[in-house]
């Protein structure tokens, strides 16, 4: 997200942008790939009510946000952009508060992978979490990217 300091992502976060809703989809390589037609949308909210129930230590994926969701609701799947936007915004609005905080540097995105769009980036993500007993480790030359070393081993069920 560009332009950070200038948003309310706070406002952002109490957008319901009408949902939660649900949608069917029609596109063959997409039911395929995601196990079904019915979509969900959560609302940003939603995400960060989940997020914050990871406790210290715990960590949680995008992903495992997703599928509560879908299951909870009786959908397919829950639709992945706005997840990964929702998730943004839930961690700016957190950063922009000064207190009732929200863990979002426990949530990572696929295979324990660092968020680069978090406050701070990779490297205020990297100092929460080694602060909170975790190992990060660089992965790749030229396209580096970061993750929690066996994160499998920390994730908190929801």
């Known amino acids: 997200m560009a332009n950070e300091d200038k948003k309310d992502f706070n406002a952002m976060l109490h957008d319901s942008k009408d949902m ?10 997409s039911i395929e790939k995601y196990g079904g037609n019915k979509m969900y949308f959560a609302p940003p909210i939603d995400y960060d009510k989940v997020m914050r129930l990871v406790p210290y ?3 949680l994926t995008v992903g495992a946000i997703r599928e509560y969701f879908a299951n909870e609701n009786g959908a397919d799947f829950t639709e992945p952009i706005t997840a990964g936007i929702f998730v943004s915004i839930v961690a700016w609005a957190s950063y922009q508060r000064s207190k009732d905080v929200t863990p979002y540097w426990r949530t990572l995105k696929a295979n324990g992978e660092l968020n680069a ?5 990779i490297e205020a993500q990297k ?4 602060a909170e007993g975790h190992t990060i480790v660089q992965k ?3 396209n ?9 081993r920390a994730l908190f069920v929801l």
């Open 127 to 130: 100092e929460k979490l080694e």
């Open 140 to 142: 790749g030359r030229k």
């Open 144 to 152: 580096i990217r970061y993750y929690v070393k066996d994160y499998e």
């Open 57 to 59: 230590g715990k960590l």
């Open 117 to 121: 769009k978090y406050p701070g980036g």
């Open 20 to 29: 939660p809703k649900f949608q069917t989809i029609t596109d063959e390589k």
